[in-house]
Each structure stands twice: as C-alpha cells, then as structure tokens.
C-alpha cells in the first residue's frame, strides 16, 4: 500500500504579490524607455502631420490608430504610467515594515560581540584612575554627537553612539519622489493643453484654440496685447520681437508686462510664449478716384463701414471689407457704392491692378466686381491701406508641473541619503585594569565601510589628545 506524502500547499497568485515583484518594476522601465524611443523617432501632433503626407495611407492609419503620433497622451502609455506608480507604492508598503523595524530597533548599548577580534589600532592603554577616563569619553562623545547612551558595569563602562538612523528610509524618498513626477506627467497629460492664438496690436481675446482638436477653449480671463515691437539686423532678420500684455480678470488689470522670446509670462496657471508675429490690415485705406470725361482726380482716406460722398455727388460709397491677401492677388478691398438713384455696385480693388491685369489680361473686364470702373464716370483705384502688427503666441497649462519640480528636488535629496549617508553605530568599551583603564573602540556601518573607519581613526585620535597626556 503506497501512501501519499504531505499534501504541498501553493501560494495562490495574487495582485499584491504581482505588483510587489522587482522585475516587475525591470519590466515596466524597460517598456517605457522602449515606447520612448518611438516617441523621439516618430513626430508627435503637429511634426506628425508633414510627416503622414510622406507615408502610405494604410501605415498613416496604424500608427494613428495605435496613437503613435501623439504617444504621451496615449491611453495605453499611461496606462503603463499607472501600472509603474502602483507597482511603486506595493513595493514601497511591502518592504516598508522591515526598514521600519530597523529604525526603530536600539542596539544594546553593552554589546561585547563588536570588540571581538578588534584590530591592535582600536585599542590602547591609559595609567590613570578608570573614573576620570570614563567621565572624559562621555564629554567628548556628547560634543561630538547628539545623544550618547551609557552603560556601567563592575570592570568597564559602556558608551553607545549613533547616526544617519534616518538613512533606513533614503530609498522611500526616491520612490515617492518618482511618483510626484509621475503624478505630474499624468496630470499635465489629463488636465493640461497646448493652444496657440493670435491677437492683433491693440486688441484683447478670451479664447485660444487647442492645437490637436483646433477647438476654441475659453480662458478665465482676457489678454490684451497693448504694444508689439519688433527690432532687426541690418540684413533684415528679426533681432527681438515682444509683447507688452495686459491680463484683465473680473472687469480689472491684474497684471500686465512684456513677453519676449525665451521669456514666457504665467498668469493663473497658464503660460504664454513669444511664437510668431505678423501684419493684418488695418480700418483705414487710400484710395483714388478718377474720372474719364475730364480727368479729375480725387484722393479720399476712407474708413472701414464709414461712408464717404462721391466727388460730383452722385452718392456715397464705403469700404465694407479689407483683405491682405484676397484671391491669392494681395490686398484688395470691397467697396460698396450706393448712388443716389439705381442699384448699389459692389467692386472688389486691388492693389495689384496692374500686375493682375498683366498676369490675367481682361479680367476685370470680364467679371464687373473685380472691374474698378464699373461705376461710371469713375475708375477707383487702392493706393494704400494701414496695417498693424499682431503677436502670435504659444498657450500652455500644465498643472502637474509644481509636482514634476518637486519631485526633482525630493529624488535629489533621496539619492543623496540613500548613496552618500549610512546608518553608523559607534561603541567605545573604557575597562578597568591594575594600573589604569584600557579603551576599545568598535563600529559598525549599513555601508561605506571605509568612511566608518576614516570617522573610527578621528575619533580614536581626539580620544587620545584629550587623554593621553604626559
């Protein structure tokens, strides 16, 4: 009859254990830095799109799909984000209990074991009283070290120092410093975005238009551009262009000042860049008019939606519509004419007329809006128009940013005491002997050994300065 051995009980899998693993943690760093590396090869949002125009459209509709031209807002990369920061905390809550009990544990402060085997130079010999050698160790410790424990017996005297008991907790630092920069990428990718808008010289705006989705999303405040200047080379380059903002929350200026390149203005969270400027037309325009039978000019400084009489007081006209580029012909502008009897004329005019009519010749004969002499007896002609400049500029929000910066600073800090500080514990044993007392000195150290014994042979020396005297 065989009889079964002792049933084996295995531990079931569990989430805790999972995300506890170590080589989780391998795992997930090294698909970051993998999909990273997609992301630095593959332009993201708008570098993608002059990209996707050189690529098939099938392969244009994988990487959309698999949201590879905008990765870091990706469902899938933070998810992985995610995976990372509560693979952190399981593994910081499980291990934390142990680096706990070592904080708190005090060695006993009479330990013998330390001063075994202890080298000839951790030791010498006094002829003076045991009292007075004693008393003179525990001076120098409690100069030397905020708390010193002491312990007498019948032949020795016991001293027990310690530091860096708080460096049990550097690596805990790291981790939570790591999940305050992650918090904050996963914020600024949640709840932050990018936008852009431009606003002429003089004038004010409220919204911006997101870059991905070019919906308009309004601000909690309005920003006014009161001033763009803009200097030059001699080779005509741009030298320094700026901005002088004004932010008007709740009916009030609450801030205003320069914005230049390289020297972004925050207000409430948002962030505005110096991107890009240029010229729009203005309200006023020059025109001439001449007529056929005698010749007549007239020159008149019209204003936008201001009507002003014709010269032999046929009507009134009024430029309606100003245009920079109309038609891909440059500046034009619309000109409706209302005459005192018959039909209103509608013209378009150019200030390109002759260029036009050399690239196009009979055009304006052709199509009669385009035809400056369509209300006789005049020919109107455009001389000139004012332009004014407008700032373009780059808005942003990121409110996981204060964590990211954080972040920084604690990770420093927690590599600085996990790498360069160590848990240190120091015993100094005064004996008693026939003639005089016998001090040992004895160590021990969470790492960097050879620190410990730099700070063993100091203290070693200042022991015997204070007592080994002739």
């Not at 531990?11 to 590396?37: D, G, K, M, V």
């Not at 380059?237 to 972004?264: C, I, M, W």
């Not at 008149?300 to 519509?321: D, H, S």
């Not at 600085?416 to 120091?426: D, K, Q, W």
Request: net charge positive; glycine share 6%.
């Amino acid at each position: 009859m065989v009889q079964n051995g002792p049933e084996v009980r295995k531990h079931p899998f569990s989430l805790w254990s999972a995300f506890s693993s170590i080589r989780l943690t391998l795992f997930l760093l090294i698909l970051i830095a993998i999909t990273s590396i997609f992301g630095t090869l593959i332009p993201q949002q708008e570098s993608a799109m002059r990209v996707a125009e050189n690529l098939s459209p099938t392969l244009v509709r994988l990487l959309d799909a698999l949201n590879l031209f905008d990765m870091y807002h990706s469902w899938w990369f933070r998810l992985i984000i995610g995976a990372l920061a509560v693979n952190l905390i399981v593994c910081s809550l499980d291990r934390f209990p142990s680096s706990l009990k070592r904080f708190r544990s005090s060695p006993k402060t009479d330990r013998e074991k330390p001063f075994e085997n202890l080298p000839p130079e951790r030791s010498f010999a006094l002829k003076q009283a045991f009292e007075p050698v004693s008393d003179a160790v525990g001076d120098l410790l409690r100069s030397k070290f905020r708390k010193v424990e002491r312990k007498e017996k019948e032949k020795a005297a016991f001293f027990f120092v310690e530091k860096g008991r708080f460096t049990h907790f550097g690596v805990y630092l790291v981790h939570f410093s790591v999940l305050l920069i992650l918090l904050g990428g996963i914020a600024g990718s949640l709840f932050g975005f990018q936008a852009f808008v431009n606003i002429p010289e003089g004038e004010g705006v409220d919204k911006v238009t997101l870059r991905k989705s070019r919906v308009a999303k309004p601000l909690p405040f309005s920003v006014r551009c009161d001033k763009f200047t803009v200097e030059f080379y001699p080779n005509g380059t741009p030298k320094e262009y700026r901005s002088d903002l004004v932010f008007v929350a709740n009916g009030e200026v609450a801030f205003q000042g320069p914005l230049r390149v390289n020297h972004p203005v925050t207000f409430q969270g948002i962030t505005f860049y110096q991107s890009t400027y240029g010229t729009i037309p203005g309200n006023k325009v020059r025109l001439s008019l001449k007529t056929r039978d005698n010749g007549r000019n007239a020159v008149v400084e019209a204003e936008v939606n201001k009507p002003f009489p014709l010269p032999g007081q046929e009507g009134e006209a009024a430029v309606t519509a100003i245009r920079s580029d109309f038609m891909r012909m440059g500046p034009a502008v619309h000109l409706e004419i209302r005459p005192a009897s018959g039909e209103e004329t509608q013209i378009w005019l150019f200030k390109n007329h002759a260029m036009i009519e050399q690239r196009f010749p009979g055009i304006f004969e052709t199509f009669p809006k385009l035809n400056p002499a369509s209300f006789k007896p005049y020919t109107f002609f455009l001389e000139s128009m004012d332009s004014r400049h407008y700032t373009g500029l780059q808005v942003s929000r990121d409110p996981g940013v204060p964590l990211v910066w954080a972040g920084f600073v604690i990770i420093i800090i927690g590599l600085f005491i996990t790498f360069f500080l160590s848990h240190r514990m120091i015993w100094v044993r005064v004996s008693r002997v026939e003639d005089g007392a016998t001090i040992d000195l004895a160590g021990m150290s969470s790492k960097n050994e050879v620190g410990l014994e730099r700070e063993m042979d100091k203290l070693m020396v200042q022991v015997r300065n204070k007592l080994d005297k002739p």
